[in-house]
């Protein structure tokens, strides 16, 4: 009952999130499944962990919204540790999946199917202009641009967009669903869901080919760097 798998950046350790004591935390382990530490113990969810950069937060989207009926998410941050638990958002809204800035000093989101780019410290949030339901952004290591998946009549399909809102390519086109896309640590290529299996193709959206298929679907990968590299 683990998922939402997300590298730090040096290459050494995982953050994910664990549902085996009945509702969702974050763990942190090394590479080689060793040395589990869990980081938040609370009876609410707490998801989508993402390692900043700089090394010092874990950011992550936690459900305290006090309604039974719903589970609506904020973004949280945290000290790689556990401790400094701060709330960023705090709205009646789902928000999801944050991703880092390479300088750490940004947060992209997923709010009601927008893309959102607000402060390190939860201040200045601004929705991109996507003109398309959009979801599960991942910042480019260069900073000058986010990939995200966005919802056409065919099914999901894999775009960027420069982090200032402008310049939006759309990189896949086909019937059928391509989701979550992870930027490689060098930026030329990107990992993905392509109907529930992994594919890879270059961060332009050429050279696509499917990689693993196999039992149970694929969701939500993460491209992580070696810490040799």
């Known amino acids: 009952d683990a998922w939402g798998p997300a590298w730090s950046h040096d290459g050494t350790r995982i953050a994910y999130e664990d549902w085996s004591d009945g509702d969702s935390e974050i763990y942190v382990m090394d590479a080689d499944g060793s040395n589990v530490v869990q980081l938040t113990d609370n009876d609410i969810e707490d998801a989508s962990p993402a390692w900043s950069p700089d090394g010092e937060w874990i950011a992550f989207a936690r459900s305290d919204d006090g309604m039974p009926d719903v589970d609506l998410y904020d973004i949280y941050k945290m000290r790689t540790d556990g401790s400094e638990v701060t709330s960023l958002t705090n709205l009646e809204a789902q928000e999801w999946t944050p991703t880092w800035s390479p300088d750490s000093l940004r947060i992209a989101f997923y709010r009601d199917n927008e893309i959102v780019v607000m402060g390190a410290d939860g201040t200045g949030a601004t929705a991109l202009d996507l003109n398309h339901l959009a979801n599960s952004p991942d910042w480019a290591p260069a900073g000058e641009r986010i990939f995200y998946s966005a919802d056409h009549e065919a099914g999901g399909e894999v775009h960027s967009i420069k982090s200032d809102g402008t310049g939006k390519r759309r990189l896949t086109r086909r019937s059928g669903e391509d989701q979550s896309p992870s930027v490689s640590p060098s930026g ?42």
Request: some cysteine; aromatic content about 10%; proline content about 5%.
């Open 188 to 229: 030329r290529r990107i990992t993905f869901g392509r109907d529930w299996n992994l594919a890879v193709m270059r961060s332009d959206g050429t050279r696509v080919r499917t990689i693993h298929e196999g039992r149970g679907d694929v969701y939500v990968p993460d491209w992580g760097r070696s810490p040799c590299d």
